[in-house]
């Protein structure tokens, strides 16, 4: 299959996506219910290039390990009772592709309430604030971050596209 092909199948996905979630947001609003977020959050050592594919590589073994558990949550209480009950796994998986890649940095995971900037995603846009967040922070934790919301599971979206 040529490559616009896929391109195309993406951005279709994506939009479904997209509305979908813009639709469960809207419901939750007009039933006066707030939608809480918790977002996954990866700091890199540095913003060498190698500790930033490094940072890339710890994302997706994470993400590839529990896609099919957060996939099937619907509540942000599961959602964090499935973080807090892994975070020592979290850290562990983390740490190995960390060893893997040759470097001796530890790797620290937690489930808190962070500062973010605001950011768009699709047609959800998050304001700055406080945001709880799973954050795995890799050696000094000095370089550029990549996140993602992880409950509604819009990085299990991501990772794949």
Not at 16 to 33: F, T
Not at 146 to 161: G, N, S, Y
Request: with cysteine; hydrophobic share 40%; charged share 25%.
């Amino acid at each position: 299959m040529r490559r616009s092909s896929w391109i195309g199948y993406i951005i279709v996905i994506a939009v479904v996506v997209a509305l979908g979630l813009n639709a469960y947001i809207q419901e939750k609003r007009q039933m006066g219910e707030e939608t809480q977020y918790i977002r996954f959050h990866v700091i890199a050592n540095s913003d060498s290039s190698e500790d930033q594919e490094l940072k890339l590589r710890v994302r997706n073994v994470l993400l590839e390990r529990f896609r099919d558990e957060f996939e099937k949550i619907d509540s942000v209480e599961d959602s964090r009772k499935l973080i807090k009950e892994n975070l020592r796994e979290i850290e562990n998986i983390a740490l190995k592709e960390v060893r893997r890649s040759g470097k001796m940095y530890r790797v620290q995971a937690q489930l808190g309430n962070f500062s973010f900037p605001t950011k768009a995603h699709g047609n959800l846009v998050l304001p700055a604030g406080q945001y709880e967040a799973l954050r795995v922070v890799i050696g000094e934790g000095g370089g550029a971050n990549w996140w993602c919301v992880m409950f509604p599971p819009l990085c299990f979206v991501d990772i794949t596209h």
